[in-house]
């Protein structure tokens, strides 16, 4: 693969050999029979009835003869050694799609999901300067990470910004948020989902939201993916707002709407939300 394809200049060999571009130049991860794309979903924030995109969810989905595989059946075929290098296309791979994504002004989230470890570092420091010669500033870069603070303090040195990623409790760690002080805290669907339940959950969603507030972070609620979702994160103040109602994930090299939109063009009810913040 040459430079020019890739975009980014010289790799490391061992993720040079696990990664690819196609015809067009999109990047994409190579393992067996396995092939790495990356998908992007819109984030929004929402202000005064308008939502803006001002970010990108880039996650990496495993293909096997053309079609998704679960993370876990990908992870079964593989052994511990593999995972360590597999682990470092997928953190990078986001980052090196950045050119194809269409991002104007706007950031991009990423994490490392696929076995729990830390990103590497190097990598990470080599994708920022890169990206930086492409005039995509480290700002824009928003990793997501659990709850290790000298990971924060070491992605915030890169210049990059920090979410932290909430998963599937209704209970949010109000310890890890002062210890990392992320910009983000991000409520996965399955947490999203515990306050949907009924009417009475989704109220103590706001004293959730207001704590995080408080504490300095932005609040994103992933899985808006139908109105009453939508109702009931901006009922509470949610911040930022990404789910299918609002732009569906899609692989990247997709066109997706540009600007803001009005937040009624999603509601068919009356009811009236009052930013809770200004």
Not at 216 to 229: C, F, K, M, P, T
Request: with cysteine; glycine share 12%; net charge negative.
């Amino acid at each position: 693969m040459s430079d020019v394809v890739f975009g980014f200049g010289a790799l490391p060999r061992d993720l040079v050999a696990n990664i690819a571009a196609d015809e067009i130049g999109l990047e994409f991860g190579v393992h067996g029979e396995f092939r790495l794309r990356c998908a992007i979903q819109p984030i929004f924030r929402h202000e005064y009835g308008r939502l803006t995109p001002v970010a990108a969810d880039a996650k990496v989905v495993p293909y096997r003869e053309g079609q998704p595989v679960a993370i876990g059946e990908f992870l079964a075929e593989m052994s511990d050694e593999e995972r360590a290098i597999v682990g470092r296309v997928w953190a990078v791979l986001p980052l090196a799609n950045t050119h194809n994504m269409g991002l104007k002004g706007i950031a991009l989230l990423f994490r490392q999901e696929i076995n729990g470890d830390a990103p590497d570092l190097d990598d990470l420091g080599f994708m920022v300067q890169r990206l930086k010669g492409e005039g995509f500033e480290a700002s824009q870069l928003i990793c997501e990470i659990g709850g290790d603070e000298q990971l924060a303090c070491a992605l915030r040195a890169l210049g990059m910004r920090v979410a932290l990623g909430h998963h599937g409790s209704a209970e949010h760690d109000g310890d890890a948020v002062k210890r990392v002080l992320p910009d983000i805290v991000r409520l996965d669907r399955a947490s999203f989902e515990r306050f949907c339940a009924d009417a009475a959950t989704g109220r103590l969603l706001r004293p959730v939201v207001s704590e995080l507030k408080t504490l300095g972070a932005d609040v994103l609620v992933e899985g808006i993916d139908n109105e009453s979702r939508l109702e009931i994160a901006l009922g509470a103040g949610v911040d930022l707002l990404q789910g299918d109602l609002l732009e569906p994930a899609k692989l990247v090299g997709s066109v997706f709407a540009e600007g803001p939109r009005e937040t009624s063009q999603y509601r068919r009810g009356e009811c009236v939300v009052v930013p809770l913040f200004g």
